[in-house]
């Protein structure tokens, strides 16, 4: 499976990188979450895909915990049907643990992206039929603190070589999926597909990133999902 290639080139690669501080931690979930992640690929990571969705990187109580985009541990337990083994990162913040399907803390991005997909389009099959979901930055980034470091936030000697490595493998992805729409989730996943797609004959949209930390996002994030995609026209069950 070209997926599976390509996601394994990637943590290869990320591995041998080194970040500096203010970055204390750096969870590798393709790493530890190997299994999961897996069955991700497996079940719903099949080509052609009409619309690639791509977000900035793990939250700490979803990817982070299960392998999976966006992974609210429910969501990916109860609907999307996996629960694999999780191991522990190398180096674990006393205050983030990683507790894989046994984490009781729920990722409000993954609850709110998932639940618009699953209200949308009822069954996981549904909508991995058309659409598949791929983070940019494979990596979660916490400083001494716990608190979460954005992949756009690091230093420029570490984001360079980052943005290489993830550079190269979001454009075999989408290759291999063939989609005619990319979409990033959030501005930053935006700006990264615009600059290595900006070749490849196909349209670039931008979804507003469901975080709770942006306000808007708090204002009935699905209607804002829902008139993204009309006026993208994508047809959306």
């Known amino acids: 499976m070209e997926l599976e ?27 530890y979450a190997w299994k999961p992640h897996a069955r991700y690929l497996q079940l719903y990571g099949r080509p052609p895909k009409e619309v690639v969705l791509v977000g900035m990187n793990p939250g700490p109580f979803g990817m982070a915990q299960t ?5 609210e541990v429910t969501i990916v337990r109860d609907w ?13 913040h006393p205050r983030r643990p990683v507790e894989g399907f046994n984490c009781r803390r729920s990722e409000v991005s993954g609850r709110r992206f ?8 009822g069954t996981p099959e549904r909508f991995f039929a058309r659409f598949y979901v791929y983070n940019y930055c494979p990596l979660l980034f916490m400083d001494e603190a ?4 954005t992949p756009d936030r690091l230093p420029v000697a570490d984001r360079d070589p980052l943005f290489l490595v993830c550079d190269r493998a979001l454009r075999q992805v989408v290759e291999d ?20 797609l900006h070749d490849l004959n196909l349209r670039i949209g931008c979804l507003l990133h469901p975080s ?14 829902d008139r993204v995609f009309e006026e993208l026209r994508v047809r959306i069950p």
């Open 80 to 92: 999307l049907g996996i629960s694999d083994e999780v191991a522990k990162p190398k180096s674990e």
């Open 146 to 149: 716990g608190r979460n470091l």
């Open 5 to 31: 290639r390509i996601t394994q080139a990637l943590c290869r690669a990320v591995k041998r990188l080194r970040f500096s501080p203010p970055v204390s931690y750096v969870y590798n979930p393709l790493e």
């Open 212 to 225: 709770p930390a942006n306000p808007h996002a708090n204002r009935d994030w699905d209607r804002i999902a």
């Open 177 to 196: 999926m063939r989609p005619s729409l990319v979409v990033g989730v959030g501005g930053f996943a935006e700006g990264r597909a615009r600059k290595v």
């Open 67 to 71: 392998g999976v985009p966006f992974g």
């Open 114 to 121: 998932w639940g618009w997909v699953k209200g949308r389009f």
